[in-house]
């Protein structure tokens, strides 16, 4: 009978061995374009966890605002109050002053109407009250005549350039909310020839500003002014001159119309001085007792002397000049600077018409 396997050899005890480990030589692996981006999207997403953890920042507080301009006619909390709720920023508090005026509101009084929407404190910054400029169009007296004028050139023939309107009394202002577009219109005109008396109303939009003005139509003319002021014998340039339509009642009858470059003032002059005749003169050509040319044309023989001069003359005028040669005097015309042109009928102080002084 064989043994029993209880009485076999026991099994060595392992637990004391150590394995056997191989160690491979470590190598550099390449990383790849995923990994960085993986990287990368991590850092990011811890980024905006921690943000969404963090707390929320406070609320910046609300402070009245300086002096305000009203665009409307309501004045709201985002009007008066800065970092108010965006919720409440449209919510109405005060009206606006009038058009074009200027008002006041006590600060108490915002941050009680504040207080009472249940909107919190409102910083006042030791201000006690706030103004208030309502904003608003403006047509000025300029505008309200254009408009007067367009009216009365189709229905009356008048020529809005040749005429300007006197409105009455102060410059009339027409006020209008700033949305309120457009060219203003006179409607209702009346107009009587005899006086010029003009009247209407000068309306914007659908008559939803409107004001009632009246005047005069002043016809106008154009005259010559002098853009700098000049002395006696300085001479005009052309850009001392200007053309403007002034008052026909106010200039002179005289008054030049065309404007005269390269002529000389003949006295003192201010600028803005409208320019009336006599005032300027083409120049000297010929000074008196200046030598001269004396010029003698007929139908075939042209001769020409020298001569003094016994008087000065502009283009065109008659001098007498002494013939230096014979010593007679005669008459002649100023046709250039030192030319004085005779001929066989210029008037002789010292010969008879029938006699030629050049050829003595």
Request: aromatic share 2%.
């Amino acid at each position: 009978m064989s043994a029993p396997f209880a009485d076999a050899d026991p099994l060595p005890d392992l637990s004391d061995l150590t394995p056997m480990v191989r160690r491979l030589p470590a190598r550099a692996v390449p990383m790849r374009l995923s990994i960085v981006l993986r990287a990368i999207f991590s850092v990011l997403a811890l980024g905006a966890i921690g943000m969404f953890a963090s707390p929320a920042r406070a609320e910046a507080p609300m402070r009245l605002r300086g002096d305000v301009t009203a665009r409307g006619d309501v004045l709201t909390l985002g009007d008066l109050v800065e970092n108010a709720p965006d919720s409440a920023r449209a919510r109405p508090l005060f009206r606006a002053p009038a058009l074009g005026a200027t008002g006041t509101i006590q600060a108490r009084r915002i941050v009680e109407a504040v207080a009472a929407a249940g909107l919190g404190p409102v910083e006042t910054g030791g201000r006690g009250q706030i103004s208030v400029l309502r904003a608003a169009r403006r047509v000025a007296a300029p505008e309200i005549e254009a408009a007067l004028k367009r009216s009365l050139e189709t229905p009356f023939a008048i020529d809005a350039k040749l005429r300007a309107i006197r409105l009455d009394g102060e410059a009339p202002v027409l006020l209008a909310p700033l949305d309120l577009a457009g060219q203003a219109t006179a409607l209702a005109v009346s107009y009587d020839p005899r006086p010029r008396r003009v009247a209407a109303l000068i309306s914007l939009g659908e008559r939803q500003a409107s004001l009632r003005v009246s005047g005069v139509a002043v016809e106008l003319r154009e005259v010559v002014v002098l853009n700098r002021a000049l002395a006696r014998g300085d001479r005009v340039a052309e850009a001392d001159l200007a053309l403007e339509r002034r008052p026909r009642e106010g200039t002179p009858p005289d008054a030049l119309t065309v404007p005269s470059p390269g002529e000389v003032a003949q006295r003192s002059l201010s600028a803005g001085t409208v320019l009336r005749a006599g005032d300027t003169a083409p120049p000297e050509l010929v000074a008196r007792g200046e030598m001269v040319t004396l010029v003698y044309d007929a139908p075939g023989i042209s001769l020409s002397m020298r001569g003094i001069s016994n008087d000065a003359g502009r283009l065109g005028a008659t001098v007498s000049v002494l013939n230096a040669t014979s010593k007679k005097v005669v008459q002649g015309t100023v046709v250039g600077p030192a030319r004085v042109a005779v001929g066989p009928a210029a008037p002789q102080r010292q010969a008879s018409a029938a006699a030629n002084p050049m050829i003595r």
